[in-house]
């Protein structure tokens, strides 16, 4: 196995796949109206003063951070089925566009008519449908719902994961191609 053998768009969608998870697991998604004002009262108060004087903003300070948190979302917590479908497609196309960067490192081919590079591009697209359309829901429909930087940063990194793992669904037809014309060349 090595990485050699990996194509530029097998790079780039493995690195996306990882950047992805990261935006899934450490990035808020979602939030509320509440969430928002109990970060910005945190963000008000500021460090305490010690001893006596700083108690009551050691205890602002600790119920606000507490409510935001329990008004934060991030996607691995997903809380409703449109959120959970959207986690699936999520983490569908991360498996699989790890799945072709390990498959062409190691320097094998998927026997399936469809690599897993053409699948995780395929799926790539459908999550992002799917996160923009949850975008929409939240922000316009949801009562109180605010959208947080981990959607949108998903959103930019499902478009480069899909692109790189289309680019190496290209590279992988291509060889397949010209792997079949050569034996009948001959």
């Known amino acids: 196995m ?21 935006a899934m697991g450490v990035i ?3 939030s509320t109206v509440e969430g928002e ?29 507490t409510l935001a948190e329990e008004n934060e979302e991030l996607a691995v917590f997903a809380s409703d089925a449109a959120d959970r479908i959207v ?29 897993p590079s053409a699948l995780a591009a395929i799926l790539g697209a459908a999550a992002a449908l799917a996160v923009t359309v949850r975008i929409i829901q939240v922000g316009a429909f949801e009562s109180g719902g605010e959208i947080e930087a981990g959607a949108p940063l998903a959103l930019v990194v499902l478009g480069v994961l899909a692109f ?23």
Do not use: K, M
């Open 164 to 186: 790189g793992a289309a680019r190496a669904a290209r590279v992988e037809r291509a060889e397949r191609e010209a792997g079949r014309a050569a034996p009948t060349s001959s």
């Open 28 to 30: 808020d998604w979602y």
């Open 37 to 65: 004002e109990a970060r910005r009262t945190e963000q008000i108060t500021g460090e305490p003063a010690p001893g006596l004087q700083g108690e009551i903003d050691r205890e602002v300070l600790e119920s606000s951070s």
């Open 87 to 115: 986690l699936v497609l999520l983490l569908a196309t991360v498996v699989l566009a790890l799945a072709a960067a390990v498959f062409r490192a190691a320097g094998r081919r998927f026997p399936g008519p469809l690599p």
């Open 2 to 22: 090595t990485f050699l053998r990996l194509s530029r768009g097998h790079v780039i969608a493995a690195v996306a796949a990882l950047a992805l998870l990261l």
